[in-house]
């Protein structure tokens, strides 16, 4: 059950304060920076008088067994008192109110057992004010961020102690309900000696964290039945760091006050001209005006043209404080003490309307200068806000040409104070100046597939209308070829143009009046497109030493763009022609030496541009030679000499290869062929030809036959005078 009572009244602290304010309690216990306030709740106190009641406050901590006095709730003893507690500007205001003259008269009305709805206006505004009447104690003894139970006892007559209330209180001193208190400035106006400011008052939206609370709760549960002494009936240490953490880690949700947006204050802070100083200037309760908006209003008072600055800091009943509004800045003047812009000049110049008027002086409440602008019927647009030292605005937005513009001049204030000049100064003007264009630059062209792309750039000039394209065949000779081109980048889709001839391009500006700059730096192209040229119309071919020489008739010789010629062959049973050349040939004939005899090839030429663009082919030749017999070396070194029978024919007895035998020719000198006479088995060396005549002249050669049959081919030939042969 002990558990249950720390876990019921951890719960009842936690979820909510304003909750615990509607519930049985007759106190609440609020932390604050300068440490817990303990106060009797209006409810309670509403039907009682001041002084009647005596009440002591006890403490301690969660993890503690026992309470100590800590304090007590008692009226002020004197008037000293009085002015320790509530400080004496307030009590000076209270005995204002009051209409009381002196210590004496104040005093009285305390003694004399007043009622607390006659006190209650400063009660509930001042937390002061209720320790002093005896409804509220501070226990500035209190740590941040411990766990504290609070006891609050009503001392009776006979001194006994009546427990009234009993508290539980996270000491957080954070109210994030104020974060949501928005000040926000909407209003400043000037007068000859002071500036007032107001502010309108956001207040924050109801926001439903029943279930996030609930679950909190369970937590802390949780949190406490672990560690919890049984025997003791205290809560663990170690359990309470956990409950801490679980606080600390959902502060924005478990710290809950009272706020509203009649005890909400605003501490309003004031500089001026430029200091770095924040002064207190006062502390006020916004009041609802008849929209029913809350609206704060604070005075600065000054000299006149003095810049005041002013940031306003929300707090509660018992000084949490929330965000710090932004800075609202506002001048001691009026509509009736600042300087006007009362007329302006326009000029006519070169691509521009020039506007002057009178230097502003340096004043703090202007913001800049409005330049606003209207042509013909329409409604002025503001064109340009310039600086507070400006006395001069050049507008090259002057087109078309002729057009008459009129222009609307005066200064701007800061925002929010009412400071405005109600009718600008005016002027009409129009231009008709305009400048010779600057030649527009950094042209550049691409192929684009096989039209040539253009781009280029040009000065920001607002006068500028159009460009004129030139092309030509040189720097010297271009002429225009599209007119009143808008974009910066044109497309040039000439079908014509030919990779044959490089062209230049250059391009002209044209302003609004038609006058034109002189032609941009110019960029040359050539089509990337291929180009037709005639092909050889025939090869003509001679096989030599088992080489094919083909030659060709050289058409280079009519048309100077053919660079040279690519000669493929196809041999016979291939699918496809391959180039028998790797570079591209120069002249009009080739030797091809990987020619075969006996093989059929069909040879093509076609050619080629200086471009590298190939020609259609020329007609096909078949080139075919019958394939040589196996040919073997003859026999040289033949020896002649007569016998007395015969002539012996010898030849040297070296043999090369295989040799089957040889055989022996003869032939008369005036014979053209030889005759066969004999023949020899390989390994013989000579022959006896026994068939001559006395006194004739014989010439013989001899060839040799190897495995194959194959006979060498006559490679020397001897002749000999066969004289007569004397018996």
């Not at 067994?65 to 004197?78: E, H, N, P, Y």
């Not at 493929?568 to 050349?581: E, L, M, V």
């Not at 190939?614 to 007569?642: A, C, W």
Request: proline fraction near 4%.
């Amino acid at each position: 059950m002990k558990k249950l009572y720390y876990l019921y009244i951890l719960l009842a602290s936690s979820l909510s304060l304003i909750s615990q304010a509607q519930s049985q309690e007759v106190a609440m216990a609020l932390p604050s920076p300068k440490g817990v306030y303990i106060r009797l709740n209006t409810d309670y106190i509403s039907g009682t008088t001041l002084g009647k009641s005596k009440y002591v406050i006890k403490r301690k901590k969660i993890t503690e067994s026992t309470s100590k006095i800590v304090g007590q709730m008692q009226l002020a003893r004197d008037y000293n008192d009085f002015i320790r507690m509530v400080g004496r500007k307030s009590l000076k205001d209270f005995e204002k109110m009051k209409k009381f003259y002196g210590a004496s008269e104040t005093m009285a009305f305390l003694y004399s057992s007043p009622s607390y709805k006659s006190v209650a206006a400063f009660s509930e505004l001042k937390i002061e004010f209720l320790q002093a009447f005896g409804f509220a104690f501070l226990d500035s003894t209190a740590q941040k961020n411990e766990l504290y139970d609070y006891e609050v006892a009503e001392v009776l007559d006979n001194k006994q102690e009546k427990r009234i209330s009993t508290l539980n209180v996270f000491n957080n001193p954070k109210n994030f309900a104020l974060k949501q208190y928005s000040p926000q400035i909407n209003k400043i106006i000037g007068t000859d000696s002071s500036v007032i400011f107001e502010w309108k008052i956001t207040s924050p939206a109801y926001v439903d964290n029943s279930a996030a609370s609930v679950k909190l709760g369970e937590q802390i549960e949780q949190a406490f039945l672990a560690k919890s002494n049984q025997s003791t009936q205290r809560i663990d240490e170690s359990a309470y760091a956990n409950v801490k953490k679980i606080y600390l880690e959902n502060e924005s949700l478990l710290s809950i006050y009272p706020t509203d947006d009649f005890t909400t204050r605003y501490s309003v802070y004031f500089r001026k001209n430029g200091s770095t100083q924040w002064q207190f200037l006062e502390k006020n309760v916004a009041n609802s005006n008849s929209t029913g908006s809350y609206i704060l209003t604070a005075r600065v008072l000054g000299k006149r043209d003095d810049l005041v600055e002013t940031i306003v800091i929300p707090e509660d009943f018992v000084y949490n404080t929330g965000d710090t509004s932004k800075i609202a800045r506002g001048v001691i003047a009026h509509n009736g003490s600042v300087e006007l812009i009362y007329g302006v000049k326009s000029t006519d110049s070169t691509n521009a309307i020039i506007l002057q008027w009178k230097k502003l002086a340096d004043k703090p409440y202007y913001a800049g200068i409005e330049i606003a602008k209207s042509a013909g019927n329409e409604e002025p647009k503001v064109i340009q806000i310039l600086p507070i030292t400006a006395s001069k605005f050049v507008d090259t937005d002057v087109f078309p040409a002729g057009q008459m513009f009129k222009y609307f001049v005066r200064p701007i204030f800061i925002p929010f104070q009412e400071l405005k000049q109600e009718i600008p100064a005016t002027t009409t003007m129009t231009c008709g100046k305009f400048s010779k264009p600057t030649p527009p630059f950094n042209l550049s062209v691409k192929a684009d597939g096989s039209n040539a792309k253009l781009k280029w750039e040009v000065a920001d000039e607002k006068a500028g209308h159009s460009y004129f394209v030139y092309r030509g065949t040189s720097p010297k000779n271009m002429i225009p070829i599209r007119s009143a081109v808008k974009e910066k980048a044109y497309l040039d889709t000439t079908s014509y143009l030919t990779g044959r001839t490089t062209y230049y391009y250059a391009i002209m500006a044209v302003n609004v009046t038609q006058d034109t700059s002189d032609l941009s730096p110019y960029v040359m192209y050539t089509p990337t497109k291929p180009e037709s040229v005639q092909s050889p119309s025939n090869i003509g071919f001679e096989v030599i030493n088992e080489k094919a020489h083909l030659s060709w008739n050289d058409v280079r010789l009519n048309d100077d763009y053919i660079g040279g010629y690519v000669l493929q062959r196809k041999k016979k049973g291939d699918t496809s022609f391959k180039n028998i050349h790797s570079m591209i040939l120069s002249t009009s004939n080739f030797v091809d030496e990987s020619f075969e005899l006996g093989d059929s090839y069909l040879y093509r030429v076609a050619s080629v541009t200086i471009k590298g663009d190939t020609s259609y082919f020329s007609p096909e030749v078949t080139v075919q030679t019958p394939k040589l017999k196996k040919q073997i070396d003859g026999i040289s070194g033949i020896g002649l000499s007569n016998l007395s029978e015969s002539i012996k024919v010898s030849w040297p007895s070296v043999e090369i290869g295989t040799v089957k035998g040889y055989k022996v020719y003869r032939k008369l000198p005036t014979e053209i062929n030889f005759k066969l006479i004999g023949s020899v088995a390989g390994g013989n060396f000579e022959f006896q030809d026994k068939n001559v005549k006395s006194d004739i002249v014989y010439v013989y050669t001899v060839t040799k036959i190897d495995e194959s049959n194959t006979e060498s081919t006559v490679q020397e030939r001897k002749s000999i005078y066969r004289e007569k042969v004397r018996k």
